[in-house]
C-alpha cells in the first residue's frame, strides 16, 4: 500500500518553462515532507522540505507547496534548466512519531534546451 | 570527508553468501539511516539508529538482516544467506539530530547472482 504516491512517472519541459511536480499522501501523520533530486548512479540529494503548519516554503528556483485537506503537495520548479533533468522523489515523514522517509516512485523530470 | 561515503560502491556476490555494506556518516551526525531502493522504486526504509542503538527496525525484511552501529558512528548492514531479490542499491543516511535533513550517500549497489 503506497503511503506516497507520485502519479506522473515522467515530465518533460521546456528551459525557461515551469516545472511542476506533484505527490499525494495517505497517511494524515505525516507532519514533515521533503523534495529530494537524484542523478544516475548517485544517492538522493536533498533539495527542499516542508513542515506540516505551513503551505508553502520557498528556495530560490524551487517552491513547494502543501494542501492538506488535499494530502497534496507539489514542487514547483522556475525556471526550468537543463541541469534540474533528474529523478525527483518526495518523501515524508513523522507518522507515529518514527523519523523514517516514506518515499514516492520518483517523477523523471527532462528539461530540453 | 564532507557527505555520507558508503563502501563498496559495487558487490557482485552469489546466492547463499554473507555480504557486509560500510556506511561512514557525516561527522557530528548522530542519526544514521539505512533504505534500499529496487529498480524503479522510491527507497524504502529499513533502519535507523540513534547513537548506538536501533531506534526502529521495523524495516528489516526478515532476520537474514542485521545491522549495527557499535560505537554510534560507522554502521555495517549484514546480509546472510543473500537471495536473488536482495539485489538492489542500499543507501545510508545521516542526520545531525533525530527530526533534521537525512542526507545520503552514493549507495551501495548488491547484485547476487
Known amino acids: 500500500d503506497q503511503q506516497v504516491k507520485q502519479n506522473s512517472p515522467s515530465l518533460s519541459v521546456q528551459e525557461g518553462r515551469i516545472s511542476i511536480l506533484n505527490c499525494d499522501y495517505t497517511n494524515s501523520m505525516f507532519d514533515y515532507f521533503l523534495w529530494y533530486k537524484k542523478y544516475p548512479a548517485e544517492g538522493p540529494t536533498f533539495l527542499i522540505s516542508i513542515s506540516s503548519i505551513k503551505d508553502k516554503n520557498e528556495d530560490g528556483r524551487f517552491t513547494v507547496f502543501l494542501n492538506k485537506s488535499a494530502k497534496h503537495l507539489s514542487l514547483h520548479i522556475v525556471p526550468s534548466q537543463p541541469g534540474d533533468s533528474a529523478v525527483y522523489f518526495c518523501a515524508a515523514s513523522g507518522a507515529g512519531g518514527s523519523e523514517k522517509l516514506v518515499f514516492g516512485k520518483g517523477t523523471k523530470l527532462t528539461v530540453n534546451p | 570527508g564532507a557527505g555520507v561515503s558508503q563502501t563498496p560502491s559495487n558487490k557482485v556476490t552469489e546466492k547463499g553468501k554473507y555480504v557486509e555494506l560500510r556506511c561512514d556518516p557525516i561527522s557530528g551526525h548522530t542519526a544514521l539511516y539505512w533504505y534500499r531502493q529496487s529498480l524503479g522504486q522510491g527507497p524504502e526504509f529499513l533502519i535507523y539508529?540513534?547513537?548506538?542503538?536501533?531506534?526502529?527496525d521495523s524495516g528489516l525484511p526478515n532476520d537474514r538482516f542485521f545491522a549495527v552501529r557499535p560505537e554510534g558512528s560507522v554502521s555495517t548492514l549484514k546480509i546472510q544467506r543473500t537471495e536473488r531479490g536482495d539485489s538492489a542499491v542500499y543507501l545510508c543516511a545521516s542526520s545531525r539530530t533525530l527530526q533534521e535533513t537525512q542526507y545520503f550517500g552514493p549507495g551501495t549497489r548488491l547484485l547476487v547472482l
Open positions: 539508529f540513534q547513537g548506538t542503538g536501533a531506534a526502529d
